[in-house]
């Protein structure tokens, strides 16, 4: 067999991309047998590296001159860059920080720096470092990703590699990940310093991928201007890795620099992708899933209220593979429990983040880095698995201790309906039911936040219509609490109507505290409503203490609270108009005469004399409302005279009443001559 010799440079180029190999055979254009060598062949064998021992076959080779190229072309300096150059001016850089935040980019620019063309290898991670050692001439850097043992190294270790990267002309920049108590410890160990990497400004990686692809940079530098106007936060929040970023970025350049896409729906853009990646990365992790959809639920809590509904969502999921609980943990957690306090690498799987509030008591929080996503994840889950619906029911019906929880458990379940136009609704039932305290309040979250949904609002609707006048306790009382209008979007238009059903079809023997919510409600949507809204409430509360029994009792009790809500506009209504007085008189009077109603409407019509002292307007809508009580002659309103008369001296609307009182006697007095 005839060979041609090698040129030096083209020996130097392959040795460096197979350095490490403890064989080369060398035999252009020939044959090369993989069996026993009989001759023919030139062998070259590499000695062992020095330290003695055989060294374990390595893997390692040329750093992509594509993946270099992009490295460097839109690199931004983390902090600590400088130190990190002047620390590897010694030939060796331990380079410490959080996997997904820039390292290998970092590392990369790094051992690039000062050349225009270098060549660069990366190092299995697997390598033993203590036997390992650069081969030949030719290469600027040596690249190693986490190796398995970095505490094993000694100070002697990096003493030797320096000395052989010296003699070769190359440098080494080591990558881990950091832990507690890591950097103090490898300092201790290698006698040298540790840098710690931080990742780098994600508006600033952002600002240079947008303009490395963007050719016109004054569309370019406009964009960025208008991201400036409050929008940074939700398209680039603090602690955004760098790739996201980055992405950011593409999909900017995608859609337009110039088409005035907002920061907005560029990360509503990012989360339709997104959402569907992260899905499809849970499912076949079962741990992964659970803290995916417990993220979804209830993003932007505590991580510990996170962890605490994913371990649960974890035993639903794989019940057959869950510990015995131990006596010992109050909460059912057994030791061997497989979900604990999430580890950065399942946050960074997911696209979400830990929020750490420094200076403050609360708990950090975990959420998404786009909340968008969690809008995706409920449509691809809804889409691919419609089967875990009923046990995500089951599971949100037990949300925990907290009030948020309950709303975020309910807005998780209206989340579904909407991704399902309604048909998620079927399971509602079930949850509402669920021995569960929060249970009934789960669904009406539920409930009345899928009624504002253009596609679950009619059978969110009509549910509420059907669970108002149930039989069922748990279900009219999710009815009752989905009609507050702190609990959603049902309107009084229609809540009002609903909150009447249920009070009519209460029976005598059911637990009261329904009514209370029903009045709360009733009330707040006359407090929080605009004057169209309020005089509709008052125009139903009417007809409600216009009917006997438990409908007349609650009309009478809400009264005082809808008149100590906002004074000026009922003093607007009762100067409008003989009409708005008179309603407003039926219902003052209607209240009064209700013996359980009387000590707080007593007390509201003083309030509104105290605040009518000295304003003239409000002293004429009271004045004005007197004479209408007085009109109506009704028995709770002489019993409010009596008892104003009896009062001391100096308090507020006493005269009022005794002109009053003197005017009803008079008319009393007339009717009795004639």
Not at 45 to 66: F, K, L, N, Y
Request: charged letters at 20%.
């Amino acid at each position: 067999m005839t060979s041609e010799p090698l040129r030096s440079d083209e020996l130097t180029a392959v040795l460096a991309a197979l350095a490490g190999r403890e064989m080369v055979v060398v035999a252009p254009h020939g044959t090369v047998n993989t069996g026993v060598v009989s001759g023919g062949q030139r062998q070259t064998t590499a000695g062992p590296a020095e330290g003695g021992g055989t060294a374990a076959p390595m893997r390692q080779g040329p750093v992509r001159a594509g993946r270099l190229k992009s490295a460097r072309r839109c690199f931004v300096p983390p902090p600590g860059f400088e130190e990190a150059l002047t620390a590897l001016d010694s030939g060796i850089v331990v380079l410490v920080g959080e996997p997904g935040s820039g390292r290998e980019t970092h590392a990369l620019n790094l051992l690039a720096h000062g050349s225009e063309e270098p060549v660069l290898v990366q190092v299995d991670g697997a390598v033993n470092i203590s036997r390992w050692g650069p081969r030949g001439h030719g290469v600027h850097g040596y690249l190693v990703m986490e190796p398995p043992d970095p505490l094993a190294l000694r100070a002697w270790d990096m003493s030797r590699l320096e000395g052989r990267l010296a003699e070769v002309g190359a440098r080494l920049v080591l990558v881990l990940a950091d832990a507690p108590g890591l950097a103090a410890a490898l300092e201790d160990n290698l006698g040298m310093p540790v840098v710690r990497h931080l990742p780098p400004d994600p508006r600033q990686v952002f600002g240079a991928h947008l303009s490395d692809g963007c050719a016109d940079a004054g569309a370019c530098t406009a964009w960025l201007r208008s991201l400036e106007q409050g929008h940074h936060g939700e398209l680039l929040p603090d602690g955004l890795p760098p790739r996201q970023a980055a992405r950011a970025a593409r999909t900017v350049l995608r859609l337009g620099v110039a088409s005035g896409v907002s920061g907005a729906e560029v990360a509503r853009h990012l989360a339709r992708t997104e959402g569907p990646e992260i899905f499809a990365r849970a499912q076949t992790d079962p741990a992964l899933l659970a803290h995916l959809l417990a993220l979804c639920v209830y993003g932007g809590m505590s991580a510990g209220v996170v962890q605490e509904r994913a371990a649960d969502l974890l035993r639903l999921l794989t019940p057959s593979e869950q510990p015995e609980p131990g006596p010992h943990d109050p909460r059912g957690l057994a030791a061997g429990d497989p979900v604990r306090p999430s580890p950065a690498g399942t946050l960074r799987a997911l696209g979400a983040h830990r929020v750490r509030r420094p200076g403050t008591e609360k708990a950090d929080t975990v959420s998404f880095f786009w909340p968008a996503v969690t809008q995706t994840v409920w449509e691809a889950l809804c889409r691919d698995r419609p089967d875990l619906l009923p046990l995500l029911h089951l599971w949100l019906a037990h949300p925990g201790h907290e009030a948020e929880q309950a709303e975020r458990a309910g807005r998780g379940a209206a989340a579904m309906a909407a991704a399902t136009a309604g048909r998620s609704l079927e399971h509602l039932p079930d949850l509402a039911s669920a021995a569960s305290q929060a249970a009934p309040l789960v669904a009406a979250w539920c409930l009345g936040t899928a009624a504002g949904d253009p596609a679950a609002g009619r059978p969110a609707a009509e549910l509420l219509d059907r669970w108002s006048v149930a039989a069922e306790e748990p279900l009219r009382g999710a009815a009752a609490h989905a009609c507050h209008p702190d609990c959603g979007r049902v309107p009084a238009a229609q809540a009002v109507p609903l909150l009447r059903h249920l009070v009519e079809t209460q029976r005598h023997d059911a637990d009261m505290s329904l009514i209370g919510v029903v009045m709360a409600a009733l009330v707040r949507h006359f407090e929080t409503g605009d004057s169209t809204t309020r005089t509709d409430v008052l125009r139903r509360t009417l007809e409600w203490a216009r009917s006997d029994g438990l409908l007349g009792l609650v009309a009478a009790l809400v009264c005082p609270n809808m008149a100590g809500a906002d004074l000026a506009w009922w003093c607007a209504q009762v100067l409008s108009g003989a009409e708005q007085a008179s309603c407003a008189a039926e219902l003052v009077g209607h209240a009064l005469d209700e013996p359980a109603a009387f000590p707080a409407m007593r007390d509201t019509l003083i309030g509104w004399a105290c605040e009518a002292d000295g304003a003239e307007d409000r002293a004429r809508a009271l004045s004005r409302l007197l004479d209408a009580l007085v009109a109506a002659r009704r028995p709770g309103f002489l019993r409010w005279l009596l008892a104003m008369g009896r009062g001391p001296d100096g308090l507020p609307g006493k005269d009022l009443a005794a002109r009053a009182l003197a005017e009803l006697r008079g008319d009393t007095a007339a009717s009795n001559t004639d």
